[in-house]
T-cell receptor, first 114, second 113 residues
Framework: QKEVEQDPGPLSVPEGAIVSLNCTYS??????FMWYRQYSRKGPELLMY????GNKEDGRFTAQVDKSSKYISLFIRDSQPSDSATYLC??????????????FGKGTKLTVNP | DSGVTQTPKHLITATGQRVTLRCSPR?????VYWYQQSLDQGLQFLIQ???????AKGNILERFSAQQFPDLHSELNLSSLELGDSALYFC????????????FGPGTRLLVL
């Protein structure tokens, strides 16, 4: 079983739709959870960062972490064509967890159609 | 623009050759990370340096090596190149060396023929 699983999509939605992106993981030591956005031919860009369980909201973006289910989500409200990108989830146990590396999902490619 | 710069943007070389990729972190950042991104493996962590010292190692092959210089720029050396090494190589940086928040450069696209 891979440490982080992410549905690669592709996902195509109309403008204005609510988008739900998800990742599951197997390592219970993970406590830091991130979402990165990667436009074509660009480097990943940090979008959301969450520690432990709960929700975090930033504008049209909401990140949710459910550690009991080992499941994280990113919701995009009122999606725009400019949101078209590949979204990567990432997580780590942090320094105290004994694992120094950030583990990424393979990414979900999202297209928002005008 | 993240402030992390990488050179070259593109690199085409032949199997068996050696190449060097260069990364300049954001101003003030002490830690540099290297990643490889391929279609089948996704983004894979290779190695981390913090203020000149190796801090963490990921799935880095023995044919690959890296270093961070006193001015904090970093180089990733790839030798005895194979077709399977063709990928995007990203550098990321941050100040405190904690893995959770990193700023990525634009990447170097390597093609091994």
């Amino acid at each position: 079983q891979k440490e982080v699983e992410q549905d690669p999509g592709p996902l195509s939605v109309p403008e204005g739709a609510i988008v739900s992106l998800n990742c599951t993981y197997s390592n219970s030591a993970f406590q830091y959870f991130m979402w990165y956005r990667q436009y074509s031919r660009k480097g990943p860009e940090l979008l959301m960062y969450t520690y432990s369980s709960g929700n975090k909201e930033d504008g049209r973006f909401t990140a949710q972490v459910d550690k009991s289910s080992k499941y994280i989500s990113l919701f995009i409200r009122d999606s725009q064509p400019s949101d078209s990108a590949t979204y990567l989830c990432a997580m780590s146990a942090g320094t105290q967890g004994g694992s120094e590396k950030l583990v990424f999902g393979k990414g979900t490619k999202l297209t928002v159609n005008p | 623009d993240s402030g992390v710069t990488q050179t070259p943007k593109h690199l085409i070389t032949a199997t068996g050759q050696r190449v060097t990729l260069r990364c300049s972190p954001r101003s003030g950042d002490l830690s540099v990370y290297w990643y490889q991104q391929s279609l089948d493996q996704g983004l894979q962590f290779l190695i981390q340096y913090y203020n000149g010292e190796e801090r963490a190692k990921g799935n880095i092959l023995e044919r690959f090596s890296a270093q961070q210089f006193p001015d904090l720029h970093s180089e990733l050396n790839l030798s005895s190149l194979e077709l399977g090494d063709s990928a995007l190589y990203f550098c990321a940086s941050n100040y405190d060396g904690n893995q959770e928040t990193q700023y990525f450069g634009p990447g170097t696209r390597l093609l091994v023929l």
